[in-house]
């Protein structure tokens, strides 16, 4: 007789869209840095929803903030003031820099990337976008265009023109690519799908001087690297680089549905009606945003997050495996690159009791909550250290 875990499964496998690669578990509660399935087994976390789960799984907060607004107003267009949303937006804009105080708010990552790539084109008059070889910026045709890797575009050809990808960390590509043409250059500060690849500040800084002779916009893609996530609020603070615009999403609201653009100065004022989104800043994601930021704030996690990190990378280069690449990373977005694919390491880790994420096909992702404690990174590590060395 079919178990419960069994019978959902084939629930769900006979009326979803059969375009994800479904894992093992079927979970059904979280909390902080663990996960639960429907048979009882715990998981520690490094998934977090793709880095949206930055303040963790049932965050008290963002849950009592959510549930008390629902009972109040879930929806409300920006064609009118909230005062959710004005609440929001002003934590908000007390985390970042003086300039990039302004916000169009909408669902997702990939939305405030197709966003973006339509404020610089309105705001430029020019069409080119450069992107990086290896970047991932989402799978709207505007979005895929600017992603590189071609599995996930071929099917879709022929997508947006004016797209440009130059070698990631190479200026001599940037400067080559950059031109009077080009309306904006969109990078990741950490590259997240394309294999946890690390920025370099002297390349972040060369670039923004590029832009700038160029008449041309800086664009970071923060989805993944924001809110705290790599030891500071934001990864471009790594580097003391100011972009033109920021795209940010995934742990904003605490994991609840939310793409954010911040704009900056350079773009001017943008023409009214240019843009919208009919859920944009809808006063339940908002409140579930002010719950979230107000946590990350408060509980000081980018400091978590750098601090946490340095241990986890250290343990991680302690293993003594002849699979092991490299560790590469910033705060608690780490990558480990190994010699050999890493579907079944990812399925052992599973087994084990951790949940990790691929990067490409031979990184094995880790995005743990920002909550996540030391020893529960602690025995992440040793049950990679056993899968790699058995």
């Known amino acids: 007789m079919a178990n419960t875990a069994d019978v959902l499964k084939c629930v769900e496998d006979s009326h979803t869209s ?19 399935d ?3 087994r715990q998981y520690i976390d490094c998934v977090a929803g793709h880095g949206a789960a930055a303040v963790g799984h049932s965050n008290a907060m ?23 949303r004005a609440e929001f937006l002003g934590i908000l804009a007390g985390t970042l820099p003086e300039g990039l105080r ?13 966003a973006a790539i339509k404020f610089a084109r309105v705001a430029t008059g020019r069409q080119q976008i450069v992107a990086a070889k290896r970047g991932f910026h989402g799978r709207s045709l505007g979005a895929l265009s600017a992603t590189w890797e071609p599995k996930y575009k071929e099917p879709f050809v022929p997508l947006v023109p004016g797209f440009k990808h130059v070698t990631y960390n190479d200026l001599d590509s940037m400067r080559e690519a950059v031109s009077e043409q080009t309306a904006a250059v969109l990078l990741e500060p950490v590259q997240g799908e394309g294999g946890v690849h690390v920025a370099d500040n002297d390349y972040l800084h060369g670039v923004q001087q590029i832009c700038q002779e160029a008449g041309a916009l ?51 004022t943008l023409p009214k009606g240019v843009h919208a989104s009919t859920f944009g800043g809808n006063p339940l994601a908002c409140a579930a945003g002010c719950a979230a930021l107000t946590y990350i704030i408060e509980e000081n996690l980018p400091k978590r997050a750098h601090d946490l990190g340095l ?15 490299e560790v590469r990373g910033k705060g608690l977005m780490v990558g480990v690159e190994i010699k050999a694919k890493n579907a079944r390491y990812l399925e052992a880790l599973l087994d084990r009791g951790v949940l990790a994420l691929s990067a490409g096909s031979t990184v094995i992702r880790f995005l743990p909550p920002l909550v996540i404690q030391k020893q529960q990174l602690d025995f992440v590590a040793d049950q990679l250290e056993k899968v790699l060395c058995t």
Do not use: W
Not at 18 to 33: F, N, Q, T
Not at 232 to 259: Q, T
């Open 218 to 268: 800086l664009v970071l893609d923060e989805i993944q690297t924001g809110s705290g996530r790599t030891g500071k609020m934001f990864a471009f603070e790594h580097s003391d680089v100011i972009p033109d615009m920021i795209c940010l999403a995934k742990a904003v609201a605490g994991g609840v549905p939310m793409g954010v653009v911040a704009v900056g100065e350079r773009l001017g």
């Open 62 to 84: 963002v849950a009592e903030a959510v549930s008390r607004q629902a009972a109040r107003l879930i929806t409300c267009p920006e064609s009118f003031y909230n005062d959710k």
């Open 18 to 36: 059969g375009l994800y690669r479904k894992r093992g578990p079927v979970i059904v509660s979280g909390r902080d840095a663990l996960l639960q």
């Open 311 to 325: 241990h986890f990378f250290d343990r991680l280069r302690a293993i003594h495996s002849p699979l092991v690449r």
């Open 38 to 40: 429907i048979e009882g």
């Open 102 to 114: 302004r916000f169009f708010l909408c669902n997702s990552g990939t939305e405030a990337v197709e």
